[in-house]
């Protein structure tokens, strides 16, 4: 059973369009998160979801958008898709804040 | 914002060898945590050590924590291929809010059969 599910695993697409990553988790976590992980495997916090309330949101620019319909599901929205947005993005759940997070496989976005 | 910074940042060693890893923060923390990644995979969590800790283990793992020095190290013991892998730190600042974790830049471990 997978615990933290990302899809899709692989995006290609082009500068300007607006693309959706969604995640679920099956664990019974109440907090949610995105990461980004750059070239170098820098991997730096975007937002978290606590009960699908936003409880971080780390000057992340507007074009993302999160939405977290229920407490297993966090969806990133990125808008006007920018090259410097191609990473790989990690969604992670917890149960509560600063304990062990469970990362999906990710989704690699490439933007020509 | 701070991160971590780990050290070194690449290790190459042969099977059966010891590999160490070390990490240093610059905020207080309440814990912090070791986190492994496969090449092409998302982080598995590896152990967690609180502020208050000094060190611990889980089978071939071996963490210490010095909150004095704000550094921490992990020891992988009789290395396998099967450890290769990119280990991250992670730490949770004590002013902590959501959940938030401030992850180091990895050190690329190889382990050559």
């Known amino acids: 059973d997978t615990a933290v599910s990302q899809t899709p695993k692989y995006l290609v697409t082009q500068m300007g369009n607006d693309k959706s990553i969604k995640c679920e988790q099956n664990l019974g976590h109440d907090t949610m998160y995105w990461y980004k992980q750059d070239s170098k495997k820098f991997l730096k916090i975007m937002f978290s979801y606590n009960n699908k309330e936003l409880i971080i949101n780390e000057t992340v620019p507007n074009r993302f958008s999160p939405k977290s319909p229920d407490k297993a599901h966090l969806n990133l929205h990125i808008n006007s898709l920018e090259l410097g947005d191609s990473a790989v993005y990690f969604c992670?759940?917890?149960?509560?804040?600063?304990?062990?997070?469970?990362f999906g496989p990710g989704t690699r976005l490439l933007v020509l | 914002s701070q991160q971590g910074e780990e050290d070194p940042q690449a290790l190459s060693i042969q099977e059966g060898e010891n590999a160490t890893m070390n990490c240093s923060y610059k905020?207080?923390?309440?814990?912090l945590q070791w986190y492994r990644q496969n090449s092409g995979r998302g982080l598995v969590h590896l152990i967690l050590?609180?502020?208050?800790?000094r060190e611990k283990h889980s089978g071939r793992l071996r963490v210490t924590l010095d909150t004095s020095k704000k550094s921490s190290s992990l020891l992988i013991t009789a290395s396998r291929a099967a450890d290769t892998a990119s280990y991250f730190c992670a730490t949770e600042p004590i002013y902590n809010q959501g959940g938030k974790l401030i992850f180091g830049q990895g050190t690329e471990l190889s382990v050559k059969p």
């Open positions: 050590i609180r502020s208050n800790e």
């Open positions: 905020t207080s923390i309440n814990n």
């Open positions: 992670a759940s917890s149960q509560g804040g600063g304990l062990t997070q469970y």
